[in-house]
């Protein structure tokens, strides 16, 4: 770390800042000191996979994705730890993966990162695609560079004029992240290499088109519904219960039907006089023909003859 700042900042204020540094280094992070970096890493956040999560490095993440600007207890406060939670998890995950796969990377790649203003943290790839499909269009390519980069850079530069300012790099690693340099750098070489391994498994998917669109079928051609409103009338219109049923089903629910009336008589008692009438009735034409109306009076005199031998008048007003 102290050969990487002394080939990059160079010239004789370069050999003054990298001494100042050895400096505090001996005082903050001595065998003695209980301050930033290796004296946080005592406590387990938690284990993934046998492997522990620190204390210093769910600090680091927490802090590097702004939670340190944030009111402690706030809803953001505990959605930016779960997320850094949720995000640190899965990059053991992909470490993991990485140690049987081989894939690795080095101390001078990633430092050569830094010095080109890139920082990275993983957050949880369910986090960038739910981003995603929040968007109202997205390209094929703006999506795959979403979830293998830009998902997870950390808007921080420590450029000044174009050229990376050491100043501004230790004051932001020491005092805001609190952590050191070399604790740093080895903190983003480990995103780089999840970075690897999550580039090896999303670039190795193929998905169909008949995949997607049966996924978005799945996922959004649905119905909700809060209520069903049924209409009695609907159903009379469809119904045509015998006396039979009629009486029985009043048998069978005789304290709802009394329930029912205690509720709604007002709608039923100190009501004017009423009658419920049917009526036959036959049209003719007003140029009807002499034949026409003879048929008009044969056919009522048919029905009065079948209602006085016993029919039911009721039933053949609805017939005719």
């Known amino acids: 770390m102290l050969e990487f700042m002394r080939k990059n ?3 004789l204020m370069g050999f003054a800042l990298v001494g100042a540094l050895v400096f505090a280094f001996a005082l903050s992070f001595g065998a003695q000191s209980s301050g930033w970096g290796q004296g946080q890493s005592e406590h387990a956040v938690a284990s993934v996979d046998g492997t522990v999560i620190s204390e210093m490095t769910y600090k680091y993440a927490f802090n590097l994705m702004g ?3 944030l009111s402690r207890g706030s809803a953001e406060w505990v959605q930016t730890s779960q997320t850094v939670v949720d995000g640190l998890t899965e990059r053991q995950l992909l470490l993991s993966l990485a140690q049987k796969a081989g894939i690795t990377a080095s101390t001078d790649e990633t430092e050569e990162r830094i010095l080109n203003g890139e920082m990275y943290a993983t957050v949880p790839i369910e986090t960038i ?6 968007l109202f269009f997205i390209d094929e390519a703006t999506a795959a560079k979403e979830l293998l980069e830009r998902g997870y850079r950390v808007k921080e530069s420590f450029l000044k004029d174009g050229k990376f300012d050491f100043d501004v790099f230790q004051k932001f690693v020491r005092y805001h992240l609190q952590l050191t340099e070399e604790d740093f750098v080895e903190e983003q070489r480990l995103e780089l290499i999840a970075q690897r391994v999550r580039e090896m498994l999303i670039t190795g998917v193929r998905i169909s088109p008949e995949e997607i669109k049966n996924a978005y079928y799945r996922e959004n051609d649905t119905a909700s519904i809060s209520y069903i409103r049924l209409f009695p009338a609907f159903f009379a219109d469809r119904l045509d219960p015998t006396p039979e049923e ?4 009043i048998a069978d629910n ?5 329930q029912y009336y205690e509720t709604n008589k007002f709608k039923y008692t100190n009501l004017e006089k009423m009658a419920r009438a049917r009526h036959i009735l036959t049209k003719v034409a007003e140029d009807a023909t002499d034949e026409e109306k003879a048929n008009s009076k044969t056919e009522i005199t048919g029905l009065l003859d079948r209602i006085k031998a016993g029919e039911d008048f009721a039933q053949l007003a609805l017939a005719s």
């Not at 695609?129 to 929040?134: C, R």
């Not at 009629?246 to 089903?249: N, P």
């Not at 005789?254 to 009394?258: F, H, L, Q, S, W």
Request: proline share 5%.
């Open 67 to 69: 939670g340190r600007n």
């Open 254 to 258: 005789a304290d709802p039907i009394n």
């Open 9 to 11: 900042v160079g010239g």
């Open 129 to 134: 695609a739910q981003k995603l499909q929040g």
């Open 246 to 249: 009629m009486a029985a089903w």
